[in-house]
């Protein structure tokens, strides 16, 4: 019933915001929401195993997931705050963002439960649904665009997927299963034929490529990002991206067992590759920084679907990497929207001398800087570094090379914009000496990084032990 | 304790970020001060003891991490203390001026990347575990890029410091893989000691080239120095004191500790190293005679002086190869020496350079000049380092080229003929470096501190404060030390190189040699100081007059204009190795009918042929490839949805035709 | 008799392909919803009755009249009488479409799967490949909508083709993918029209690289 | 009794110039100066003030005295054929022409701190040459060193056994050797002629310009003793150790005249090498030191 409740609850909150009009309310009410969204976590996190209102259980990486987000809302809520603070856009609008916000952190929260796949598909079509309002925020035409693409490819990108769940289903039928409960399915997939499990997978795979961000749909997922009020790119590159992993992870659980799971492993690494080389070759272009993190992001998923096709040691790299990248990620999202409040711009060119202007904030993008390009001390040099380990045990040195090589390319690319923020001479006809930004702000910040360097080094029993668990199908 | 100690210091560097500017210094010469102390004792201790030193210094996962102190990497302590200490003493005349331009902030961060790359640098030398170096490593190449781009606001310093990453990076990666690929190929340990299982069942040079080329690239071996000349200039002097002197020692520091694990066929390794090093050493020397910029010049020497080391290593590699225990004593007995020379005048010269970069404010040698008048203490350290650096007796560059040299002689008698012929290729490329050094320094000295100034601010220089000039002072006392005393060093030494030789105790019959040195050096300085008085004796006697230098009767003579410049010091040189030069001239030639010429512009520009070929174009080449494949966001709808369908075609067909 | 009806289903998609005038399309996904119904009506005879109230309500009134109802909404609010030319010609793109629809009929052959009748699995298939050629060929936002809409309907006929017992769930979901299409879609699709006074696709490509 | 070779090479580096001058003098048919014209000259110098450049600095004063120094201390690590000299231990070769580096080197930076063209030029020529001319020498040592597995003067000579008509071979080309680099190295013909009048074609001479009185003094005498010293290498080369003790004596003397003579009779028949010409001819040497080498390794059968 638990989550049933939630639901409830969340829909209340919601239609609350949206009728009261009030910014206090706002305020009091999306707060309230996000307590009660950590009292869930930590609730699944007792009650770890259980399931909940037959469609939902909470099980190991559902419970991962859902810690990160409470987390990031938390963040996310008090920079959505500043951020409206900053970009003052009616209170209507205002309504309408922490409503939908309320109802992604919610329908979120369902995906990540669900033990049902329609169950699941319909949680991940509702959080399309309020993120396209979140992007939209800003009410301009590139919002418009933005939100308008986001929301038409990945309804388009679900509506494959769910036509592969309902091919599943079809063939589980055939094996007298009834319904798409995931446990069933793991248990029959071994007898299912290979050639349809491999179109299911395929679909999927296509389907929800548009919400984890990867080959073939990411495309969209980044022009999201780029209109996106900060706050939400962050949730959007995060918290979102981890649905849509979470799909994919579904699926792949139940086929892992099975004869395809060579040709899954094939799928995963080229999709992954792909979207590797994909974000290199693109950031050579950048121009804008919040889309230099979209691709960054890209670029992560696909070592995450690479690491995805690794067997155990790569399913743990996943698990921590994808951890990990949400904090980054958000980390960086949050700081880039205090860069914006003294350059008035996201666009590179637009910027510069940072590390004057603001150290603070400086040191916070140095830091960012060296966790996302994964270099020591950064938690993501550890993930990926078991990728590669993953990678030459299995002995793909080619591969394992080519991806090095493109790594190199990312931290070079990465490099030349982030320096060129901190340091180059500063834009003309701007005085910095008005905007003064609270320190506390970066706060957020340094709690991400450190979390991340922490859990990197010195994770603690319960979040291995939840990982081992999570992948111990 | 002291690891307790140890532990609460890398905590404790977070303290730069909340202290007020003006304490800053202080703070970070007290952690430093308590992290020498610290990791010396130990040093000292591993350095007498037979056993090395075994600290769990912290966790990874759950699973300790040692600090293993062995003799070599005590040695290896050692001088980066020393070096990194005289560094922050240097630093803190050197960044006055700064104080005054840059927020506490970045001094903060500046000290912060100095103390981590210090710390960075000793765990690199004591961690066996090949995660926890791997990291080490990448945070040493870290801090060391913060702190080339202090002076971030000159042009250039950024896009340097970029290349400088990049470059690191790569050799990361090359380590990286080494590590990887032995860690599949012999399923023992992930660490150093694991590699000796995979060097035992395997053929040992592919793996050892890959982390040749990761380590080299760090060390700066021709071809792999392109950052080198670079990084260096932009850093501050103190900066690029520290990273000349010991940081790519780390690289240096790598190969020897992965050829520790190399028992078999050591031969072609030897062979290779040896080649190269002659490679790095010449050509070093050679392209640094032909730079205009001070620090350059001295950077490219750091090539070279990598390449007399590696020479060093080389032969010792051969000597064990071969079994012929004096050429390996010996060779190794050098080469470690010279590391501890090179990190002494290096940084002796490099902090010269930074004092005459403050008070000039170039670099470009052809605008200096007679600054022996205006800063003669400066000048004093500088001929100093440079004689050492040429290894000239009585200074200890000297001593470790004389190791190397008695240890390739004594053995010509055992090896057969091809053997002979490697150390005499190797005798030769050391003599053409020892004399190219001396072409390059005569060159460099006398153009910057002797004759007449070129610039024309000459008027506002003055010499250093006695802040900058004690950290000259130490390192000069301990270049002298070795170079006086050299007997006193042979024991230790041998202690170092019996990692690698068993029988080091054939360093012992070389002592009597360094005691005949050390006196006949002092008889010349007896000489020099008696001849002083005489000629005092007999000038008080007859009358001294002063007038201009002697123009060769003709008196029109401009001694500002007509003293020879570096670049014409250097021309003969650089048109006999033409082809690794590249001089280019920019002038007009006279014609016949111009009898009364106009004035004319000569100047010259020198590209290092390796960069240009192995570096800048291939990374142009490809970048610019890439660039133009990335047409993949086009901004239309339609075809977003295009690949979808595409891929899964694609797939579709991957699968039916079995491809996957 | 079935086979008549995925024939004719079969029509409308070239149909598609050939015709240009927006109202075109509006009538032709309406009788798209006409024929799954029918299809439904026979494939599910022996269904309970919320079963037949859902499909009811899915084929008839939802995509027989609510949607045909919208769409002439949302045309007429931005006013839209015929969709620029396409990027290929028609007579291609009709070849293409036929393409496909044999593409989806092997495809169903190849792999007879129990408990699916092979025919509707391929003309879902086809209806989703179409669909989404559909799209890539026009370059007018309302046409995608169009698009949406025939890949829904291709959906709608696999969940037929999965079998009587259909899940309520798999409906539920089927309602709410529509209810997207329809409402969201259709407001955002208002929108553009409002902001960028066209709906032609080529406004909608500023953010690129 | 170690210190004869010393005594002797400074006898023998008095009388040098003096032969040479009354050789070329008695080719050209002239009477020529007194044998002892350039010691006199020296000591006249010795008394004589000095004029010391506005432009110069501590370096200019210091340069000679290292130069002397270096000399005079190089001068004791010869040995008197089976008698050791004062220094003689592992490798005192290698200290020996490191010596003579360290000279060298002073006297480079010198003439640079005038800041004079000319000097300049000088300079820069003496580096480059000795630059290239070093490995001939060490090529030279190290092959002896590979007949006789030692790695000191003393040893070296004494233990030179040459037996076959292969090392007459290997003497021969040695001694060739060591005469030419003894030219090159105090900048003789062909490589430089102290006697020629325009600075833009001295080395040497051009280099020591604007030295005078004592320093210049002190300078030319170390020139003598560098000669003598190659003298001496070359007898300690030529003469088996193991004649009687006064025969080596008059041996050794007689080499040095001999040597002085050779010199005498190269430089009034032989012109000088065109400026940029000479590094082809340095480099030669060390070519034929190879061949030294070489030759070597076949004598003790490595081929």
Same mark, same amino acid.
């Given at each position: 019933m638990v989550l049933l409740v939630f639901f409830a609850i969340s829909i209340i909150i919601s239609s609350l915001i949206f009728l009261l009009r009030k910014k206090t309310v706002n305020l009091i009410l999306t707060s309230l929401f996000v307590a009660t969204q950590i009292g869930l976590s930590a609730y699944s996190f007792i009650h770890k195993g259980e399931t909940d209102s037959a469609y939902f259980t909470f099980d190991a990486i559902g419970i991962i997931l859902s810690m990160v987000l409470s987390l990031l809302s938390i963040t996310t809520l008090y920079h959505s705050i500043l951020y409206l603070n900053r970009h003052t856009s009616g209170i209507k609008n205002e309504c309408i963002y922490f409503a939908s916000l309320v109802m992604l952190i919610s329908s979120m929260t369902g995906a990540y439960f669900a033990n049902h796949l329609a169950v699941m598909w319909v949680c991940i079509e509702a959080t399309t649904l309020f993120v396209a309002l979140l992007i939209f925020h800003e009410r301009s035409k590139v919002a418009l665009e933005a939100a308008w693409k986001y929301l038409y490819v990945s309804s388009i990108g679900v509506t494959i997927a769910f036509m592969g769940l309902l091919f599943l289903s079809a063939i589980s039928n055939a094996h007298g299963i009834k319904s798409l409960d995931m446990k069933q399915l793991a248990i029959i997939a071994k007898d299912m034929n290979p050639i349809y499990l491999k179109i299911t997978f395929l679909l999927v795979l296509v389907g929800f490529s548009a919400k984890m961000g990867i080959v073939p749909l990411h495309t969209v997922t980044v022009d999201a990002h780029t209109a996106a009020p900060f706050p939400v790119s962050a949730f959007i590159s995060t918290t979102l991206m981890n649905v849509g992993f979470l799909g994919i992870f579904r699926l792949f659980t139940i086929v892992a067992h099975t004869g395809i799971i060579n040709w899954t492993n094939a799928l995963l690494i080229i999709v992954g590759t792909l979207s590797i080389a994909m974000s290199a070759i693109q950031l050579l272009r950048i121009k804008h920084f919040k889309r230099m993190f979209a691709f960054s992001s890209l670029e992560h998923m696909g070592i995450i679907a690479v690491a995805l096709s690794l067997g155990k040691p790569g399913y743990y790299a996943a698990i921590l990497h994808i951890v990990f990248h949400s904090f980054v990620k958000a980390g960086l999202f949050y700081q880039i929207g205090q860069v914006y409040n003294f350059f008035k711009s996201y666009w590179i060119s637009d910027t510069g001398n940072y590390f004057k202007i603001n150290p603070v904030g400086g040191l916070v993008i140095i830091l960012g800087f060296i966790s996302i390009t994964a270099m020591p001390p950064s938690g993501l040099f550890i993930s990926e570094f078991l990728v590669f380990k993953a990678l030459f045990a299995l002995k793909h040195y080619a591969l394992a090379c080519f991806i090095l090589f493109l790594f190199t390319i990312i931290i070079y690319v990465f490099g030349k914009h982030i320096f060129f923020l901190l340091y180059s001479n500063p834009p003309e006809?701007?005085?910095?000496?008005t905007i003064k930004i609270n320190r506390f702000e970066t706060i957020s910040q340094f709690v991400l990084f450190g979390l991340v360097i922490y859990l990197g080094f010195n994770p603690p029993v319960f979040f291995t032990d939840l990982i081992k668990s999570a992948i111990s199908f | 304790m002291d690891i307790l100690l140890f532990r609460l210091i890398v905590l404790v560097t977070i303290g730069f970020f909340l202290l007020p500017k003006k304490y800053l210094y202080g703070f970070a010469l007290v952690l430093q001060l308590i992290i020498i102390t610290v990791t010396s004792l130990w040093a000292i201790k591993s350095m007498s003891s037979n056993e090395p030193i075994k600290i769990i210094f912290s966790y990874i996962f759950h699973l300790p991490i040692y600090i293993i102190i062995d003799r070599l990497s005590a040695f290896f302590i050692l001088v980066i203390n020393f070096t990194m200490l005289t560094g922050l003493l240097y630093a803190s005349g050197y960044l006055k001026p700064y104080y005054a331009k840059k927020s506490s902030t970045e001094i903060a961060f500046h000290f912060f990347n100095y103390i981590w790359l210090h710390l960075a640098m000793l765990f690199v030398c004591m961690f066996r575990d090949a995660l926890s170096f791997l990291i080490a490593w990448e945070i040493m190449s870290i801090s060391s890029f913060f702190l080339v781009i202090f002076e971030s606001e000159k042009e250039n310093t950024m896009r340097t410091g970029l290349k400088y990453l990049i470059q690191m990076h790569i050799g990361f990666a090359f380590i990286l893989v080494g590590f990887l690929f032995s860690f599949q190929q012999s399923s023992a340990a992930f660490s150093f000691d694991g590699l000796s299982t995979y060097f035992f069942t395997h053929r040992p040079f592919f793996l050892f080239l890959l982390f040749f080329i990761g380590f080299g690239i760090k060390a700066g071996f021709i071809p792999l120095h392109t950052w080198l000349p670079h990084a260096h200039p932009a850093a501050p002097s103190h900066v690029s004191g520290v990273m000349s002197g010991v940081m790519i020692k780390m690289g240096i520091y790598g190969i020897l500790r992965v050829l520790t694990y190399i028992h078999t066929d050591l031969i072609p390794i030897g062979l290779f190293i040896l080649s190269i090093s002659i490679l790095s050493g010449i050509l070093g020397v050679t392209l640094a005679i032909i730079q205009h910029d001070l620090k350059k010049l001295l950077a490219y020497h750091s090539i070279e002086n990598i390449g007399i080391i590696g020479i060093g290593i080389g032969i010792g590699i051969m000597g064990i190869a071969l079994n012929i225990p004096v050429l390996a004593v010996f060779g190794f007995a050098g080469g470690i020496l010279h590391i501890l020379n090179h990190s002494l005048f290096k940084s002796l010269l490099f902090f010269a350079a930074g004092n005459v970069y403050s008070q000039t404010h170039t670099r470009v040698i052809d605008q200096l000049g007679g600054l022996i008048k205006k800063m003669p203490k400066t000048a004093f350290f500088f001929l100093l380092g440079a004689l050492a650096i040429c290894g000239l007796p009585p200074f200890n560059g000297f001593i470790s080229e004389f190791l190397i040299y008695s240890g390739m002689f004594k053995s010509l008698h055992y090896g057969d003929l091809q053997t002979n012929l490697v150390i005499l290729g190797s005798i030769v490329g050391l003599v053409l470096i020892g004399g190219l050094a001396i072409f390059c320094f005569t060159k460099v000295f006398s153009v910057v501190f002797l004759?007449?100034?070129?610039?024309?601010?000459?008027?506002l220089i003055k010499e250093v404060g006695n802040n900058m000039l004690l950290p000259k002072l130490l390192v000069s006392v301990m270049i002298l030390f070795i170079g006086f005393l050299p007997f006193l060093i042979i024991k230790p030494l041998g202690n170092v190189v019996s990692i690698f030789v068993k029988n080091a105790s054939l360093l012992q019959t070389t002592s009597v040699s360094l005691t005949n040195i050390s006196i006949s050096s002092l008889a010349i300085l007896i000489i020099v100081s008696g001849l002083w008085l005489i000629r005092k004796l007999v000038q008080n006697r007859s009358k001294i007059s002063y007038g201009p230098t002697w123009g060769c009767a003709y008196t029109g003579a401009n001694p500002a204009v007509h003293q020879y410049t570096a670049a014409s010091f250097a021309n003969n040189l650089g048109e006999l190795a033409g082809s690794v030069t590249h001089i280019k001239k920019n002038f007009i030639s006279l014609t016949e009918e111009d009898i009364f010429p106009k004035g004319q512009k000569f100047e010259t520009h020198s590209s290092d042929t390796f960069e240009l070929n192995l570096v800048k174009i291939p990374a142009r080449k490809i970048l610019a490839f890439m660039k133009k494949s990335a047409v993949f966001q086009t901004g239309n709808l339609q075809h977003y949805l295009l690949y979808a369908l595409i891929f899964i075609l694609i797939i579709f067909l991957l699968s039916v035709f079995q491809f996957i | 008799m079935v086979s008549l009806l995925i024939v004719l289903y079969g029509l409308t998609l070239i149909y598609f392909a050939l015709s240009e005038r927006v109202n075109n399309y509006v009538v032709l996904l309406g009788i798209q919803g006409v024929l799954l119904f029918t299809i439904a009506f026979y494939n599910l005879r022996d269904i309970n009755i919320v079963g037949l109230i859902f499909i009811l309500l899915e084929t008839i009134v939802v995509k027989t009249f609510l949607i045909p109802y919208f769409l002439n909404r949302v045309r007429r609010h931005n006013n839209l009488k015929r969709v620029q030319e396409h990027s290929i010609p028609v007579f291609y793109s009709v070849l293409i479409i036929v393409l496909l629809l044999v593409t989806g009929f092997v495809l169903g052959n190849q792999l007879e799967v129990k408990s699916i009748q092979s025919k509707f699995f391929s003309i879902s298939i086809a209806s989703l490949l179409s669909g989404l050629f559909f799209v890539i060929i026009h370059k007018n936002v309302f046409s995608h909508l169009v698009g949406y809409l025939i890949i829904e309907n291709g959906m709608f006929l696999l969940s037929l083709a999965v079998g009587n017992e259909m899940p309520v769930l798999v409906s539920l979901a089927i309602m709410i993918d529509i209810f997207i299409g329809i409402l969201v879609i259709g407001i955002f699709l208002n929108k553009v029209g409002d902001v960028f006074q066209s709906t032609n696709i080529d406004e909608l490509s500023q953010l690129k690289n | 009794m170690i210190l004869t070779a010393a005594i002797l090479i400074l006898i023998s580096g008095l009388i040098f110039p003096g032969i040479i001058g009354k050789v070329k003098a008695k080719i050209v048919g002239r009477k020529g100066p007194g044998f002892f014209q350039p010691v006199y000259d020296i000591v006249r110098l010795f008394r004589k003030g000095s004029v010391y450049s506005t432009t110069t600095s501590y370096i200019f004063r210091l340069s000679p005295l290292i130069y002397f120094a270096t000399i005079f201390t190089a001068l004791f690590f010869l040995p008197f054929f089976n008698q050791k000299g004062v220094f003689s231990f592992e490798g005192d070769f290698v200290v020996f022409a490191y010596l003579f580096a360290l000279g060298r080197f002073m006297m480079i930076i010198a003439a640079l701190d005038t800041g004079s063209g000319f000097e300049g030029m000088g300079a820069n020529r003496e580096a480059l040459f000795s630059m290239i001319v070093e490995p001939a020498f060490f090529i030279l040592m190290g092959s002896l060193a590979l007949i *006789?597995?030692?790695?000191s003067f003393y040893e070296l000579f004494v233990n030179l056994h040459f037996g076959s008509n292969l090392s007459v071979l290997v003497t021969l080309i040695g001694t060739y050797l060591l005469i030419q680099i003894a030219m090159v190295e105090n900048s003789r013909?062909?490589?430089?002629?102290?006697? *020629?009048?325009?600075e833009l074609t001295m080395i040497h001479e051009v280099m020591i310009l604007d030295y005078s009185g004592f320093d210049l003094a002190l300078i030319q005498l170390a020139n003598l003793f560098k000669f003598s010293i190659y003298g001496a290498l070359i007898a300690n080369f030529v003469l088996p150790a193991t004649m009687p003790f006064y025969l080596l004596v008059l041996g050794f003397l007689a080499v040095e005249i001999v040597f002085a003579v050779i010199v005498g009779l190269l430089e009034s028949f032989r012109a000088r090498n065109k400026m940029n010409k000479n590094p082809q001819w340095i480099i030669s040497l060390s070519a034929i030191a190879v061949l030294v080498f070489i030759a070597v390794l076949i004598l003790i059968e490595r081929m």
């Amino acid at each position: 019933m638990v989550l049933l409740v939630f639901f409830a609850i969340s829909i209340i909150i919601s239609s609350l915001i949206f009728l009261l009009r009030k910014k206090t309310v706002n305020l009091i009410l999306t707060s309230l929401f996000v307590a009660t969204q950590i009292g869930l976590s930590a609730y699944s996190f007792i009650h770890k195993g259980e399931t909940d209102s037959a469609y939902f259980t909470f099980d190991a990486i559902g419970i991962i997931l859902s810690m990160v987000l409470s987390l990031l809302s938390i963040t996310t809520l008090y920079h959505s705050i500043l951020y409206l603070n900053r970009h003052t856009s009616g209170i209507k609008n205002e309504c309408i963002y922490f409503a939908s916000l309320v109802m992604l952190i919610s329908s979120m929260t369902g995906a990540y439960f669900a033990n049902h796949l329609a169950v699941m598909w319909v949680c991940i079509e509702a959080t399309t649904l309020f993120v396209a309002l979140l992007i939209f925020h800003e009410r301009s035409k590139v919002a418009l665009e933005a939100a308008w693409k986001y929301l038409y490819v990945s309804s388009i990108g679900v509506t494959i997927a769910f036509m592969g769940l309902l091919f599943l289903s079809a063939i589980s039928n055939a094996h007298g299963i009834k319904s798409l409960d995931m446990k069933q399915l793991a248990i029959i997939a071994k007898d299912m034929n290979p050639i349809y499990l491999k179109i299911t997978f395929l679909l999927v795979l296509v389907g929800f490529s548009a919400k984890m961000g990867i080959v073939p749909l990411h495309t969209v997922t980044v022009d999201a990002h780029t209109a996106a009020p900060f706050p939400v790119s962050a949730f959007i590159s995060t918290t979102l991206m981890n649905v849509g992993f979470l799909g994919i992870f579904r699926l792949f659980t139940i086929v892992a067992h099975t004869g395809i799971i060579n040709w899954t492993n094939a799928l995963l690494i080229i999709v992954g590759t792909l979207s590797i080389a994909m974000s290199a070759i693109q950031l050579l272009r950048i121009k804008h920084f919040k889309r230099m993190f979209a691709f960054s992001s890209l670029e992560h998923m696909g070592i995450i679907a690479v690491a995805l096709s690794l067997g155990k040691p790569g399913y743990y790299a996943a698990i921590l990497h994808i951890v990990f990248h949400s904090f980054v990620k958000a980390g960086l999202f949050y700081q880039i929207g205090q860069v914006y409040n003294f350059f008035k711009s996201y666009w590179i060119s637009d910027t510069g001398n940072y590390f004057k202007i603001n150290p603070v904030g400086g040191l916070v993008i140095i830091l960012g800087f060296i966790s996302i390009t994964a270099m020591p001390p950064s938690g993501l040099f550890i993930s990926e570094f078991l990728v590669f380990k993953a990678l030459f045990a299995l002995k793909h040195y080619a591969l394992a090379c080519f991806i090095l090589f493109l790594f190199t390319i990312i931290i070079y690319v990465f490099g030349k914009h982030i320096f060129f923020l901190l340091y180059s001479n500063p834009p003309e006809n701007k005085n910095f000496e008005t905007i003064k930004i609270n320190r506390f702000e970066t706060i957020s910040q340094f709690v991400l990084f450190g979390l991340v360097i922490y859990l990197g080094f010195n994770p603690p029993v319960f979040f291995t032990d939840l990982i081992k668990s999570a992948i111990s199908f | 304790m002291d690891i307790l100690l140890f532990r609460l210091i890398v905590l404790v560097t977070i303290g730069f970020f909340l202290l007020p500017k003006k304490y800053l210094y202080g703070f970070a010469l007290v952690l430093q001060l308590i992290i020498i102390t610290v990791t010396s004792l130990w040093a000292i201790k591993s350095m007498s003891s037979n056993e090395p030193i075994k600290i769990i210094f912290s966790y990874i996962f759950h699973l300790p991490i040692y600090i293993i102190i062995d003799r070599l990497s005590a040695f290896f302590i050692l001088v980066i203390n020393f070096t990194m200490l005289t560094g922050l003493l240097y630093a803190s005349g050197y960044l006055k001026p700064y104080y005054a331009k840059k927020s506490s902030t970045e001094i903060a961060f500046h000290f912060f990347n100095y103390i981590w790359l210090h710390l960075a640098m000793l765990f690199v030398c004591m961690f066996r575990d090949a995660l926890s170096f791997l990291i080490a490593w990448e945070i040493m190449s870290i801090s060391s890029f913060f702190l080339v781009i202090f002076e971030s606001e000159k042009e250039n310093t950024m896009r340097t410091g970029l290349k400088y990453l990049i470059q690191m990076h790569i050799g990361f990666a090359f380590i990286l893989v080494g590590f990887l690929f032995s860690f599949q190929q012999s399923s023992a340990a992930f660490s150093f000691d694991g590699l000796s299982t995979y060097f035992f069942t395997h053929r040992p040079f592919f793996l050892f080239l890959l982390f040749f080329i990761g380590f080299g690239i760090k060390a700066g071996f021709i071809p792999l120095h392109t950052w080198l000349p670079h990084a260096h200039p932009a850093a501050p002097s103190h900066v690029s004191g520290v990273m000349s002197g010991v940081m790519i020692k780390m690289g240096i520091y790598g190969i020897l500790r992965v050829l520790t694990y190399i028992h078999t066929d050591l031969i072609p390794i030897g062979l290779f190293i040896l080649s190269i090093s002659i490679l790095s050493g010449i050509l070093g020397v050679t392209l640094a005679i032909i730079q205009h910029d001070l620090k350059k010049l001295l950077a490219y020497h750091s090539i070279e002086n990598i390449g007399i080391i590696g020479i060093g290593i080389g032969i010792g590699i051969m000597g064990i190869a071969l079994n012929i225990p004096v050429l390996a004593v010996f060779g190794f007995a050098g080469g470690i020496l010279h590391i501890l020379n090179h990190s002494l005048f290096k940084s002796l010269l490099f902090f010269a350079a930074g004092n005459v970069y403050s008070q000039t404010h170039t670099r470009v040698i052809d605008q200096l000049g007679g600054l022996i008048k205006k800063m003669p203490k400066t000048a004093f350290f500088f001929l100093l380092g440079a004689l050492a650096i040429c290894g000239l007796p009585p200074f200890n560059g000297f001593i470790s080229e004389f190791l190397i040299y008695s240890g390739m002689f004594k053995s010509l008698h055992y090896g057969d003929l091809q053997t002979n012929l490697v150390i005499l290729g190797s005798i030769v490329g050391l003599v053409l470096i020892g004399g190219l050094a001396i072409f390059c320094f005569t060159k460099v000295f006398s153009v910057v501190f002797l004759g007449t100034a070129r610039n024309v601010n000459a008027s506002l220089i003055k010499e250093v404060g006695n802040n900058m000039l004690l950290p000259k002072l130490l390192v000069s006392v301990m270049i002298l030390f070795i170079g006086f005393l050299p007997f006193l060093i042979i024991k230790p030494l041998g202690n170092v190189v019996s990692i690698f030789v068993k029988n080091a105790s054939l360093l012992q019959t070389t002592s009597v040699s360094l005691t005949n040195i050390s006196i006949s050096s002092l008889a010349i300085l007896i000489i020099v100081s008696g001849l002083w008085l005489i000629r005092k004796l007999v000038q008080n006697r007859s009358k001294i007059s002063y007038g201009p230098t002697w123009g060769c009767a003709y008196t029109g003579a401009n001694p500002a204009v007509h003293q020879y410049t570096a670049a014409s010091f250097a021309n003969n040189l650089g048109e006999l190795a033409g082809s690794v030069t590249h001089i280019k001239k920019n002038f007009i030639s006279l014609t016949e009918e111009d009898i009364f010429p106009k004035g004319q512009k000569f100047e010259t520009h020198s590209s290092d042929t390796f960069e240009l070929n192995l570096v800048k174009i291939p990374a142009r080449k490809i970048l610019a490839f890439m660039k133009k494949s990335a047409v993949f966001q086009t901004g239309n709808l339609q075809h977003y949805l295009l690949y979808a369908l595409i891929f899964i075609l694609i797939i579709f067909l991957l699968s039916v035709f079995q491809f996957i | 008799m079935v086979s008549l009806l995925i024939v004719l289903y079969g029509l409308t998609l070239i149909y598609f392909a050939l015709s240009e005038r927006v109202n075109n399309y509006v009538v032709l996904l309406g009788i798209q919803g006409v024929l799954l119904f029918t299809i439904a009506f026979y494939n599910l005879r022996d269904i309970n009755i919320v079963g037949l109230i859902f499909i009811l309500l899915e084929t008839i009134v939802v995509k027989t009249f609510l949607i045909p109802y919208f769409l002439n909404r949302v045309r007429r609010h931005n006013n839209l009488k015929r969709v620029q030319e396409h990027s290929i010609p028609v007579f291609y793109s009709v070849l293409i479409i036929v393409l496909l629809l044999v593409t989806g009929f092997v495809l169903g052959n190849q792999l007879e799967v129990k408990s699916i009748q092979s025919k509707f699995f391929s003309i879902s298939i086809a209806s989703l490949l179409s669909g989404l050629f559909f799209v890539i060929i026009h370059k007018n936002v309302f046409s995608h909508l169009v698009g949406y809409l025939i890949i829904e309907n291709g959906m709608f006929l696999l969940s037929l083709a999965v079998g009587n017992e259909m899940p309520v769930l798999v409906s539920l979901a089927i309602m709410i993918d529509i209810f997207i299409g329809i409402l969201v879609i259709g407001i955002f699709l208002n929108k553009v029209g409002d902001v960028f006074q066209s709906t032609n696709i080529d406004e909608l490509s500023q953010l690129k690289n | 009794m170690i210190l004869t070779a010393a005594i002797l090479i400074l006898i023998s580096g008095l009388i040098f110039p003096g032969i040479i001058g009354k050789v070329k003098a008695k080719i050209v048919g002239r009477k020529g100066p007194g044998f002892f014209q350039p010691v006199y000259d020296i000591v006249r110098l010795f008394r004589k003030g000095s004029v010391y450049s506005t432009t110069t600095s501590y370096i200019f004063r210091l340069s000679p005295l290292i130069y002397f120094a270096t000399i005079f201390t190089a001068l004791f690590f010869l040995p008197f054929f089976n008698q050791k000299g004062v220094f003689s231990f592992e490798g005192d070769f290698v200290v020996f022409a490191y010596l003579f580096a360290l000279g060298r080197f002073m006297m480079i930076i010198a003439a640079l701190d005038t800041g004079s063209g000319f000097e300049g030029m000088g300079a820069n020529r003496e580096a480059l040459f000795s630059m290239i001319v070093e490995p001939a020498f060490f090529i030279l040592m190290g092959s002896l060193a590979l007949i *006789t597995d030692h790695i000191s003067f003393y040893e070296l000579f004494v233990n030179l056994h040459f037996g076959s008509n292969l090392s007459v071979l290997v003497t021969l080309i040695g001694t060739y050797l060591l005469i030419q680099i003894a030219m090159v190295e105090n900048s003789r013909v062909p490589v430089d002629d102290p006697k *020629t009048h325009l600075e833009l074609t001295m080395i040497h001479e051009v280099m020591i310009l604007d030295y005078s009185g004592f320093d210049l003094a002190l300078i030319q005498l170390a020139n003598l003793f560098k000669f003598s010293i190659y003298g001496a290498l070359i007898a300690n080369f030529v003469l088996p150790a193991t004649m009687p003790f006064y025969l080596l004596v008059l041996g050794f003397l007689a080499v040095e005249i001999v040597f002085a003579v050779i010199v005498g009779l190269l430089e009034s028949f032989r012109a000088r090498n065109k400026m940029n010409k000479n590094p082809q001819w340095i480099i030669s040497l060390s070519a034929i030191a190879v061949l030294v080498f070489i030759a070597v390794l076949i004598l003790i059968e490595r081929m």
